[in-house]
């Protein structure tokens, strides 16, 4: 115990309390207010880890997208019409079921795409201007025009090929 305690506790064990501070009542030895502390962070380290998730957060979003040049995928295609028509896309505009638009995970808003049905050949170009889609196993989801050209509205799905073509 040291002779400077004030309260004959004995210094706080390393547990992210400074040294020479009491345990109950964090009175600093030595007359240093000590750093306050909550459930055991600081609110400097609080602050610092907020912007950092923040940051990150940010950046995740950014670098998630991916460059249109080159892009080649096989995959299953899907439409949404109806229940989503006005309703506000990821990009802002509104849904419009009868345009030539798609929703894609990660390519940029505005991204013109050739899908192809590989069933029966059959192709359509669509402006990229929302998120998803959101079913698993799925590449893209396709507005109700674009399904109704490729000819997939009875199945509801389609495995298609999607090429990036240069804007």
Same mark, same amino acid.
């Given at each position: #115990?040291?002779?400077?305690?004030?309260? $004959?506790? /004995? &210094?706080?064990?390393?547990?992210?309390?400074?040294?020479?501070?009491?345990?109950?009542?964090?009175?600093?030895? $030595?007359?240093? &207010?000590?750093?306050?502390? +909550?459930?055991?962070?600081?609110?400097? #380290?609080?602050?610092?880890?907020?912007?950092?998730?923040?940051?990150?957060?940010?950046? $995740?979003?950014?670098?998630?997208?991916?460059?249109?040049?080159?892009?080649?995928?096989?995959?299953?295609?899907?439409?949404?019409?109806?229940?989503?028509?006005?309703?506000?896309?990821?990009?802002?505009?509104?849904?419009?079921?009868?345009?030539?638009?798609?929703?894609?995970?990660?390519?940029?808003? /505005?991204?013109? +795409?050739?899908?192809?049905?590989?069933?029966?050949?059959?192709?359509?170009? +669509?402006?990229?201007?929302?998120?998803?889609?959101?079913?698993? /196993?799925?590449?893209?989801?396709?507005?109700?025009?674009?399904?109704?050209?490729?000819?997939?509205?009875?199945?509801?799905?389609?495995?298609?090929?999607?090429?990036?073509?240069?804007?």
């Amino acid at each position: #115990m040291l002779d400077s305690d004030p309260c $004959g506790r /004995g &210094p706080a064990p390393d547990e992210g309390v400074s040294v020479g501070t009491c345990i109950d009542c964090c009175t600093a030895i $030595g007359g240093k &207010p000590p750093p306050t502390f +909550v459930r055991g962070i600081s609110k400097k #380290m609080k602050r610092l880890l907020g912007l950092l998730a923040l940051s990150s957060l940010l950046t $995740g979003c950014a670098s998630g997208l991916i460059d249109p040049n080159g892009y080649d995928e096989t995959g299953t295609a899907s439409y949404y019409g109806a229940k989503h028509h006005g309703k506000r896309t990821a990009s802002g505009e509104a849904f419009n079921q009868n345009a030539m638009t798609a929703a894609h995970r990660r390519l940029p808003f /505005g991204t013109q +795409v050739k899908v192809t049905n590989l069933a029966n050949n059959r192709s359509v170009v +669509v402006r990229i201007n929302d998120r998803g889609p959101h079913g698993r /196993g799925r590449l893209i989801d396709l507005s109700r025009k674009a399904a109704e050209q490729l000819r997939m509205l009875g199945s509801g799905t389609a495995r298609v090929r999607v090429q990036a073509l240069n804007n």
